[in-house]
Antibody, heavy 119, light 106 residues
Framework: EVDLVQSGGGLVKPGGSLRLSCSAS????????MNWVRQAPGKGLEWVSY????????RYAESLKGRFTISRDNAKNSLYLQMNSLRAEDTAVYYC????????????WGPGTLVTVSS | DIQMTQSPSSLSASVGDRVTITCRAS??????LNWYRQTPGKAPQLLIY???SLQSGVPSRFSGSGSGAHFTLTISSLQPEDLATYYC?????????FGQGTKLEI
C-alpha cells in the first residue's frame, strides 16, 4: 500500500525559509515522478512543481521559479521542497503526489502539511 | 498555460440524484484529463484518469467522458459520502492546471 508521510511545515516569517519532506513507501519510489501541489486556505488546488523519477528534469509554476527548489533522494525514498523568500501568499497546505510518468494522473497524495507565512 | 473551467461552481442535490459536472480546457488536451474528489480536511483522491478510466477502488457510480477540450464527470446515484469538492486537472503539459472546483452539497 502506498504511504506518503509529510513533514516540515510550520510557521515562518516573511522572507524566511522552510524545507518540506515527503517520505514514501509501498511502491518503487525511484521509478515514479513526483509533484508538489498546494492549496491556500479556502481556495482550490495549485500545482507547484514536478520532478522526474531520477531527478533529471524539474519543472515549476512560473510564479515560484527561483524561490522554490524540488529535489529527491531515491536512496532514502524521499522528496523535498526547499522554499526560500517566503511570502504571505505562500501560506497553504502543501501536498506531495505520485505520478507514474509524464501525462499520467497524480494517483496518490500525501496528507498535506500546513505552511503559514506570517510575522 | 492551459486554463481549466469547471461548471457549476456549486451544486445542491439529493441522495440518489444523477449529477453531472463539466470541465472545459482552453485548448486540446486529448484525453489527458483527470478528476479528483476532496472531502473537507482531506487530501484529494483520484477518481477518473485519462478522461474515462475508473481508478482502482473507486465506486462504479462515478464515470467520465470527453476528449479534446470538453469533459464531464457523472455520478449516477449520489450517496451521502459524495459531499465533497470535485476538481478536474489536465496532465497534458506542465504547468498542470486544475479547474476551480465544484462544491457538491447534499
Amino acid at each position: 500500500e502506498v504511504d506518503l508521510v509529510q513533514s516540515g511545515g510550520g510557521l515562518v516569517k516573511p522572507g524566511g525559509s522552510l524545507r518540506l519532506s515527503c517520505s514514501a513507501s509501498g511502491f518503487p519510489f525511484s521509478s515514479f515522478a513526483m509533484n508538489w501541489v498546494r492549496q491556500a486556505p479556502g481556495k482550490g488546488l495549485e500545482w507547484v512543481s514536478y520532478i522526474t523519477h531520477n531527478g533529471g528534469t524539474v519543472r515549476y509554476a512560473e510564479s515560484l521559479k527561483g524561490r522554490f527548489t524540488i529535489s529527491r533522494d531515491n536512496a532514502k525514498n524521499s522528496l523535498y521542497l526547499q522554499m526560500n523568500s517566503l511570502r504571505a501568499e505562500d501560506t497553504a497546505v502543501y501536498y506531495c503526489a505520485t505520478q507514474f510518468s509524464e501525462y499520467y494522473p497524480l494517483a496518490n497524495w500525501g496528507p498535506g502539511t500546513l505552511v503559514t507565512v506570517s510575522s | 498555460d492551459i486554463q481549466m473551467t469547471q461548471s457549476p461552481s456549486s451544486l445542491s442535490a439529493s441522495v440518489g440524484d444523477r449529477v453531472t459536472i463539466t470541465c472545459r480546457a482552453s485548448q486540446n488536451i486529448h484525453t489527458y484529463l483527470n478528476w479528483y474528489r476532496q472531502t473537507p480536511g482531506k487530501a484529494p483522491q483520484l477518481l477518473i484518469y485519462s478522461a474515462s478510466s475508473l481508478q482502482s477502488g473507486v465506486p462504479s457510480r462515478f464515470s467520465g467522458s470527453g476528449s479534446g477540450a470538453h469533459f464531464t464527470l457523472t455520478i449516477s446515484s449520489l450517496q451521502p459520502e459524495d459531499l465533497a469538492t470535485y476538481y478536474c486537472q489536465q496532465s497534458s503539459m506542465t504547468p498542470y492546471t486544475f479547474g476551480q472546483g465544484t462544491k457538491l452539497e447534499i
